[in-house]
C-alpha cells in the first residue's frame, strides 16, 4: 500500500540534498560550459523554485541536467570521491515523488528484511538455488544497518547474490507462485541500493502556487 508523502517533506528533502550537492561543488563555478557548473546552476534553480513554492511535485520532467549526469557519470573523481552519487541520486529519487531512506529510517528497512525472511523461512524455500545467499546477503545488510551514518544506498558489490545484474531474473521463477515475495523483494532491493521507499510516495501532485501542506 502506497503510504503518502507530503509536498513539503519532497521540498525538504530537496533542499536538503542540493545543499550537499553545492557543498561538494564549492571549488568549481556555476557554468553552462561543465557538468559541475550545470549542476550547480540546476541546484540553484531547484531551491529559488522551491523558495517561491513553484516547483511541482513530482518534478521528474523538471529535472534534467542531473539526471543526465548521474546516468552518464559525467561529474569529476573528486565529486564522486566524497559521495555526490549517492546525492544526485536522492535527488532524482525525489524527483519522482518518492522519499528517501535516511539514517532514521534503517529500523524500519529492518523490519521490512525480517518480514521478508520470515517469509522466506516460513515458505520452505531455503533450500532452493541461490537462496542459501539471499538469505546471507540480507542478514549482512541488516547488520550492517545498525548505524546512525550515512551508508544507503550501498553498493551491488561484496554480496554473494546481489552483485549480479540479473539477480532478479534469477530468483523470479521459484517467486512465480507468490507475487507478493517478487514485491516484498523488489521493495527491500529498491531501499537498500537505490535508498527510496517505493510504498512512500507523493500520490496527489499539486500545481504550482498552491499552499503547502502542513
Same mark, same amino acid.
Given at each position: 500500500?502506497? %503510504?503518502?508523502?507530503?509536498?513539503? *517533506?519532497?521540498?525538504?528533502?530537496? $533542499? %536538503? ?6 557543498? +561538494? ?13 550545470? $549542476? ?9 523554485? +522551491?523558495? *517561491?513554492?513553484?516547483? =511541482? $511535485?513530482? &518534478? ?21 570521491? %566524497? ?19 535516511? =539514517? ?11 518480514? &521478508? ?10 533450500? %532452493? ?11 549482512? +545488510? ?6 546512525? *551514518? ?11 547474490? @546481489?552483485?549480479? !545484474? ?6 523470479? !521463477? &521459484? @517467486?512465480?507462485?507468490? !507475487? ?12 537498500? @541500493?537505490?535508498?527510496? &521507499? ?7 501532485? $499539486? ?8
Amino acid at each position: 500500500m502506497v %503510504k503518502p508523502v507530503t509536498r513539503r *517533506e519532497i521540498y525538504e528533502l530537496t $533542499v %536538503k540534498y542540493c545543499d550537499r550537492v553545492l557543498e +561538494i561543488l564549492q571549488d568549481w563555478e556555476p557554468s553552462n560550459d561543465t557538468p559541475p557548473g550545470r $549542476v550547480i546552476y540546476e541546484c540553484m534553480w531547484l531551491k529559488q523554485e +522551491i523558495a *517561491e513554492n513553484r516547483l =511541482p $511535485v513530482p &518534478f521528474y520532467d523538471e529535472l534534467l541536467t542531473i539526471r543526465y549526469v548521474y546516468s552518464h557519470g559525467d561529474m569529476p573523481r573528486e565529486a564522486y570521491e %566524497k559521495g555526490i552519487e549517492r546525492y544526485l541520486r536522492f535527488i532524482i529519487a525525489l524527483s519522482d515523488g518518492y522519499r528517501i531512506v535516511e =539514517p532514521k529510517d534503517y529500523p524500519e528497512v529492518q523490519e521490512d528484511i525480517d518480514r &521478508f525472511l520470515r517469509r522466506l523461512r516460513d515458505g520452505g524455500w531455503e533450500s %532452493k538455488e541461490g537462496v542459501p545467499e539471499l538469505i546471507a546477503d540480507l542478514e549482512a +545488510i541488516r547488520e550492517k544497518l545498525n548505524t546512525t *551514518e550515512e551508508i544507503i544506498p550501498l553498493p551491488f558489490e561484496g554480496h554473494k547474490f @546481489f552483485d549480479n !545484474p540479473d539477480w532478479f531474473s534469477w530468483v523470479r !521463477p &521459484f @517467486f512465480d507462485e507468490s !507475487p507478493e515475495m517478487q514485491s516484498q523483494l523488489r521493495e527491500v532491493a529498491l531501499e537498500v @541500493f537505490e535508498g527510496q &521507499f517505493e510504498r512512500y510516495r507523493y500520490t496527489d501532485p $499539486v500545481p504550482p502556487q498552491a499552499t503547502l501542506e502542513a
